[in-house]
Structures are given as structure tokens and as C-alpha cells.
């Protein structure tokens, strides 16, 4: 696609539930960034893939985090028995080389803790 | 610590002045700069970028300078439009062996253009 296309839009869970969030990147790039924004403060890295491998995970949460990205298939986030703290918008980026490229964002999810 | 700081929440300019966000960084291992516009409800958009062999960069409305020995960036744009009124964020990456190149981002200026 055109653009890196993010659902669902808006993601309610309750204190324990799982989460799942899925990234569409723009066809041919080859990098997919997770961001976290908590309360519109700095947007927060979590982890990057080249293709399906990891690429850097130095953000991620040790726990209850975890991602994928599979071939022929949208990257994934998910989250493990939620906790309220987790509540913030989730943004995927895309990019083509990795490095001191310019990202490309989707419009984010907007995960909601109760 | 915030290795990207935007100090300023909020900056109001008329229409047709100058805008003069500002960013600076700690980080002296960062040599691309970046600055990004999101409107409510949806994804940051890329605007304009510069690379730390450079010391300005200008797209149209919009130049960025770098002042390396400060670790110093500002954006102007000028002449400001009411559709520039966004969140800006600043934004940096390091190419250095050791890193990814992800983007590092302050925690943005709210830029209101008053008709």
C-alpha cells in the first residue's frame, strides 16, 4: 500500500485482558518501527524489524510485550495482560533503509487501559 | 534524560510572520535531524530534514539550521499559514556502529497561526 495502515483505529481492553495491534508498512520497505505516546508526551521507541527479524528491541518492555513481523502478513504488537499504565497511542512507521531515513507513520492505535 | 529537548509547549504567531521552533540535543553521536507536523487523531508526518554535514536546509516555506557546536536545531517557516498550526517534534538518529538509527523525539511544540 501507499501508506503504513494501522488497526483497529481504538482498542479497549480491561485490566488483564490481551491486546493486539496490527502494522501494514508501505510495500517495499523493508523496516517497521513501534513507537509508544503516552498522554501526547515524546513518542517512546519499542522495538524495529528488517523484514521478519528483529532489528532492535532495546525499547521493549521485558514483559508481557512482545511483536512480530511474518512474512505475507501485517507486523504485530502484542500485549499481555494489559495494565493501566499501557494505556497511549501506538504508532507503526515504515522506512525503506533502516537508517537516517525519514519514517513514515500510520495514524496510530489508541490502546484504552480500564 | 531526554536526549531531545523542545522546551517550549507552545508557540502562537500571527499569519504571515515568522515561526521559529527550536530543539536542542545532547547526544553529540546524532547526525540526522528531523523535524515532523501531527494534526489530532492522526500519524506524525515527515517536513524537513538535515543532515550534520550541513548547516541549513530549505524546502519551500521551511528551512532548518543546524548549529552542531550548540547542539542547536530550529525550524522557521515563514510566512505562517493557519493550516501550519500542529504539534512540531523534533527528532534525531546516530548512525554510529552501535546504533539502530532509530528516531529519538523531543516532546514537541504546539504551534498556534492566528488568522
Known amino acids: 500500500g501507499e501508506e503504513v495502515a494501522q488497526t483497529p483505529k481504538h482498542l479497549v481492553r480491561g485490566e488483564g485482558q490481551k491486546a493486539k495491534l496490527y502494522c501494514a508498512p508501505i510495500k517495499g520497505h523493508s523496516y517497521v518501527f513501534w513507537y509508544q505516546q503516552v498522554l501526547k508526551n515524546e513518542f517512546k521507541f519499542l522495538i524495529s524489524f528488517q523484514n521478519e527479524n528483529v532489528f532492535d528491541e532495546t525499547g521493549m518492555p521485558k514483559e508481557r510485550f512482545s511483536a512480530k513481523c511474518l512474512p505475507n502478513s501485517p507486523c504485530s504488537l502484542e500485549i499481555q495482560a494489559t495494565k493501566l499504565e499501557d494505556s497511549a497511542v501506538y504508532f507503526c512507521a515504515s522506512s525503506q533503509s533502516g537508517k537516517n531515513e525519514k519514517l513514515f507513520f500510520g495514524s496510530g492505535t489508541q490502546l484504552s487501559v480500564l | 534524560d531526554q536526549q531531545v529537548k523542545q522546551n517550549s509547549p507552545s508557540l502562537s504567531v500571527q499569519e504571515g510572520r515568522i515561526s521559529i521552533l527550536n530543539c536542542d540535543y545532547t547526544n553529540s553521536m546524532f547526525d540526522y535531524f528531523l523535524w515532523y507536523k501531527k494534526y489530532p487523531a492522526e500519524g506524525p508526518t515527515f517536513l524537513i530534514s538535515i543532515s550534520s554535514i550541513k548547516d541549513k536546509n530549505e524546502d519551500g516555506r521551511f528551512t532548518v539550521f543546524l548549529n552542531k557546536s550548540a547542539k542547536h536545531l530550529s525550524l522557521h517557516i515563514v510566512p505562517s499559514q493557519p493550516g501550519d498550526s500542529a504539534v512540531y517534534f523534533c527528532?534525531?538518529?546516530?548512525?554510529?556502529?552501535?546504533?539502530?538509527?532509530?528516531?529519538?523525539f523531543g516532546k514537541g511544540t504546539k504551534l498556534s497561526v492566528k488568522p
Open positions: 527528532a534525531a538518529s546516530a548512525m554510529d556502529a552501535g546504533s539502530q538509527g532509530n528516531l529519538i
